[in-house]
């Protein structure tokens, strides 16, 4: 995530190509892919989308995405999509700042995993109703 960015990014998917850069240990993904086979895609059971939509904190934007930048956290992401069967969630942070405090970051988190665990059950709940 960029250092400069002002805004909690909520990740809907994990991508499986496009990995250029090595970690700082020096571990870059063979020829760019995580799973190589694997699907180009990988999605959220979360809508992440409306995740943003009715999340509000004040002082604190929340940000859909659906590109999390091909480095550590989309490649971490990408395969742990389905160990969970679709239940996980990558949430970017920016770093604390003079408008992003702790406190008001803790605050933001709270109401937004609160949100993606409502998310949840409304998944669970039309799954077993079908």
Not at 20 to 39: A, H, M
Request: aromatic share 6%; charged share 20%; proline share 5%.
């Amino acid at each position: 995530m960029d250092s400069s960015a002002k805004a909690i990014f909520l990740e809907q998917c994990g991508k499986n190509r496009g990995y250029r850069d090595s970690d700082v240990r020096g571990f870059q993904p063979e020829d760019g892919v995580c799973l190589p086979g694997g699907p180009e895609v990988r999605l959220s059971v979360v809508n992440m989308k409306e995740v943003c939509r009715r999340v509000a904190v004040e002082n604190v934007e929340v940000a859909f995405s659906r590109d999390a930048g091909r480095y550590i956290c989309d490649y971490t992401y990408y395969l742990s999509l389905p160990l969970g069967t679709g239940h996980a969630a990558l949430i970017h942070v920016p770093p604390l700042s003079h408008w992003l405090s702790a406190s008001l970051l803790g605050k933001a988190l709270r109401v937004i995993i609160q949100e993606m665990l409502e998310e949840i059950g409304k998944v669970q709940t039309q799954s077993t109703a079908a």
